[in-house]
């Protein structure tokens, strides 16, 4: 990822790596300090992430945090609490962006299972719905035609966003980037595009 730092003009300025289960993070974040970063990219999952953010802030690193997918969860909010306010998270589906399908799908998710989804059950939702739909374009449930109809289906809007597959089957969408707000996760003001 050095590389698409620099060409988005940026620069990596240290890099730190844990293996999962730890919860000192001081002496990494130490190091990171020196190097005065305007970003700290976290990735992994909340119980550890939420452990670094406070303890970068606790060592006085105030650089904006981002996240990826595996911190997009109320629980990075209920363990990090106020450090993590402000913090970007990559995520493959924003619950409350401003969308009637995601609207009616956290609303029927909800009522189904008493909790709002997260992006692990929007994701499997759009996995089970494109299926039927290349199955119904195939018209048929053999695994060959449905494979076949997954590359004609084009552009499919699903309750993650548009999903689209390439020449090898590779799924082409763009992230959501969500922020903690006021001790929620929000659509963030500045979402990224394919190019």
Do not use: H
């Not at 493959?92 to 029927?108: G, L």
């Not at 998710?109 to 039927?132: L, Q, R």
């Not at 695994?143 to 809007?157: F, K």
Request: hydrophobic share 40%.
């Amino acid at each position: 990822y050095d590389e698409a730092v620099k060409a988005a003009g940026g620069s990596v300025v240290a890099k730190e790596q844990n293996a999962g289960g730890y919860t000192d993070f001081k002496a990494q974040l130490t190091k990171i300090k020196g190097e005065t970063p305007d970003l700290l990219f976290l990735s992994g999952y909340f119980p550890e992430g939420s452990k670094i953010a406070q303890q970068a802030r606790e060592l006085g690193i105030d650089a904006q945090l981002l996240g990826s997918d595996g911190y997009a969860s109320q629980e990075i909010i209920n363990l990090g609490g106020q450090a993590v306010e402000g913090m970007l998270i990559s995520t493959f589906f924003d619950a409350t962006k401003d969308d009637p399908a995601v609207t009616e799908f956290v609303k029927a998710y909800t009522a189904k299972f008493d909790a709002e989804p997260d992006w692990f059950g929007a994701c499997s939702y759009d996995a089970v719905m494109i299926a039927a739909a290349a199955a119904k374009k195939a018209g048929s449930n053999e695994r060959a035609a449905i494979n076949d109809a997954l590359g004609t289906l084009g552009a499919y809007q699903g309750v993650t966003g548009t999903i689209e597959f390439d020449e090898n089957g590779d799924v082409l969408k763009p992230l959501n980037i969500v922020v903690v707000e006021d001790g929620k996760l929000v659509t963030a003001p500045v979402q990224p595009t394919i190019e």
